[in-house]
């Protein structure tokens, strides 16, 4: 017991003597609560020269965290133990942090670059008048196919995808928005439909694809369609570009009956101790010059429209990732649905997963 | 007196410990089941429980619980008394037991690499003349590897009855004229039958409830209750049904235990 006891002891201690080491450290090299901004975002999702570069235009130490899921990220925020003060989320979860009032408004004085942002991209049902949320990154969904694979032929639309020779060729991803809104596109219904009577339609649709599908899987996708594993993907266009930088026989096309549309955005959450920081990021990031740079080192869309004169005009003219205005019309922006809806489109997705050849 | 009170005090780690993380959590489960996804008091999610999609939904899990259990049993009931007659049968049971300790997750992915279309199966397959043949996402490889991963804690229980088999009493067997087949079906089997409960226990449970494997090998071809509970809680936020469906694993696990336990208490 006795022992026991000056064990706990002499952990305690140490434990009290690292954390005061740690300050120490921190203060030393500048890192100060007044002075730093500690970002969270998506793994792989900026370049890191323009870190270096910001912190050395400001004088402010940049702390950079990861995540890899939305929810992963809001939990984080919620909880408050570390004091982000830009975060990236995505649309759908934008308004949910908005409605949890997790997030602080933002000042528009204070971002004179917003007016770089394409004007389709401000705006939008997730954060009307962009009080919360400035957009970083912005994509489809759509179809990624090899075409040497599937010898020559050429995919351009959803009804394409039921043809019966691609038995056993469709690799779909495990997310009911996106396949259940595949289904209602292919149909030319809206991804947001709520319409009992439409949903069940798509996933009488959906059921019928079942003998095309090889498989319903997450993250691997990238993998299995890299190595040829299958010869169809559905993907988000980000995945589609890395894929086939990988791969030159991938082709990466945005179905004509009309797909998702997505975003994501910078905000600033309540969790933040240094929002004039946050402030000069934002603005950072928007500046012309660096967005292309981003750009260029993520490969994902730029929604900033001057950056695009610094871009490599094969990239920037490219209608796979850079569609035209008259293609993004067709497009739409999941819209919060509510939880009652998204358990109804979780309900119907996981009986079209049971639904067997 | 002073024992009974030092006694009494070993005893509160262990007491916190099953209130804080058995007892809670199951409570919570069954207080969560009561909800509807918008938050009210209702029965809603045990009415849902009943509708044909997840009744098939249970057979089905149930369905490829019972096959990965027998499978198991088949092949650990031989290997395990095959060890028992090896000469250093601690080494070998320790060879069997070290990929059990690798992660779940590895595991999984190199299976998708042995088994996918351009992997070592399909070359071998191709090599003997048979051809390449879809082998990842089939119930197939699902089976397979859920039998790779549960057969070390099969053998295990197994070869612990086994290896505490009085021999004398095959010799005894041998010596009253039985035959091979039977000293096994009558002495030895009957002997080792707490093994074989114990380790179909160990296996059946949580096969039911297997649920990362249905995604990486079975690609979502086969759903489990495992499964729909992991969408509701991290996709739909629908923390009621989830804790509906896990309320229903729980009783059927009790069951489980109740009909394969030792009932012969006190021998």
């Known amino acids: ?357 | 007196m002073r024992n009974n009170l030092s006694k009494n005090i070993f005893f509160i780690p262990y007491v916190l410990w099953i209130a804080l993380f058995v007892i809670a959590p199951i409570l919570l489960i069954l207080y969560y089941s009561f909800f509807d996804i918008e938050g009210n008091l209702s029965l809603v999610n045990y009415q849902k429980f009943f509708t044909p999609v997840y009744l098939k939904m249970t057979l089905s899990s149930f369905w490829y619980a019972f096959l990965i259990t027998g499978i198991s049993l088949l092949v650990a009931y031989p290997t395990a008394f095959l060890l028992t007659k090896t000469k250093h049968k601690q080494l070998w049971l320790l060879l069997i037991i070290v990929p059990s300790w690798i992660n779940l997750l590895l595991k999984a992915y190199a299976f998708i690499g042995i088994f996918g279309t351009y992997g070592v199966a399909n070359g071998f397959l191709e090599v003997i003349g048979i051809g390449s043949q879809q082998i990842l996402f089939t119930d197939f490889s699902f089976i397979f590897v859920s039998v790779y991963i549960f057969i070390p804690f099969m053998i295990l229980p197994i070869f612990n009855a086994l290896d505490k088999l009085n021999p004398t009493l095959m010799d005894a067997a041998n010596d009253l004229g039985a035959s091979r087949w039977m000293t096994f079906r009558r002495v030895i089997f009957p002997l080792t039958i707490d093994g074989v409960k114990t380790g179909c226990q160990v296996v059946f449970i949580p096969a039911l409830s297997l649920f990362m494997l249905t995604r990486l090998i079975a690609g979502n071809r086969v759903i489990t209750l495992g499964t729909a509970i992991e969408q509701h809680f991290l996709v739909t936020q629908d923390w009621g049904m989830g804790s509906t469906i896990a309320v229903f694993l729980i009783i059927i696990m009790f069951l489980i235990m109740f009909v394969t336990g030792n009932r012969k208490q006190g021998v």
């Open chain 1, 1 to 357: 017991m006795k022992k026991l006891v000056q064990l706990l002891l002499v952990i305690t201690i140490v434990s009290a003597l690292l954390l005061y080491a740690i300050s120490r450290l921190n203060s030393s090299q500048g890192f100060t609560s007044s002075n730093t901004l500690t970002i969270y975002n998506w793994g792989d999702y900026i370049d890191t020269d323009l870190i270096d570069r910001f912190e050395e235009e400001t004088g402010i130490k940049v702390i950079y965290e990861t995540f890899d899921s939305n929810e992963a990220m809001m939990t984080k925020i919620e909880q408050g133990g570390t004091t982000y003060d830009i975060a990236i989320p995505s649309e759908y979860m934008i308004d949910k942090m908005r409605q949890e009032d997790l997030l602080v408004p933002l000042d528009h004085s204070k971002l004179p670059n917003l007016k770089h942002i394409d004007g389709r991209f401000i705006d939008l049902p997730f954060d009307p008048g962009n009080k919360y949320s400035v957009p970083y990154f912005w994509g489809t969904v759509g179809i990624v196919y090899n075409s040497k694979m599937l010898g020559g032929k050429k995919i351009t639309s959803w009804a394409d995808l039921w043809d019966k020779d691609l038995r056993n060729e469709i690799l779909l991803t495990d997310g009911a928005r996106e396949v259940m809104g595949m289904g209602l596109n292919s149909l030319n219904y809206s991804l947001n439909d709520t319409d009992e009577a439409h949903l069940q339609e798509a996933k009488s649709k959906l059921d019928a694809l079942t003998p095309n599908i090889k498989a319903i899987v997450g993250d691997e996708s990238r993998m299995l369609l890299e190595s040829q594993e299958a010869s169809i993907g559905l993907v988000w266009s980000g995945v589609a570009s890395e894929i086939m930088a990988e791969n030159e026989d991938l082709e990466y096309v945005v179905p004509k009956e009309g797909s998702n549309l997505w975003f994501d955005n910078m905000v600033i959450p309540r969790t933040t101790k240094n929002v004039d920081a946050a402030h000069q990021f934002i603005n950072f990031m928007l500046d012309p010059e660096v967005a292309a740079q981003n750009a260029e080192y993520v490969s994902y869309s730029t929604p900033n429209k001057t950056a695009l004169k610094y871009m490599p005009k094969e990239v920037v003219r490219d209608e796979r990732f850079y569609p035209s205005p008259e293609l993004t019309e067709k497009l739409e922006v999941y819209e919060n649905l509510g939880k009652k809806n998204l358990a109804r489109y979780n309900e119907l997705f996981l009986e079209f997963k049971m639904h067997r050849k």
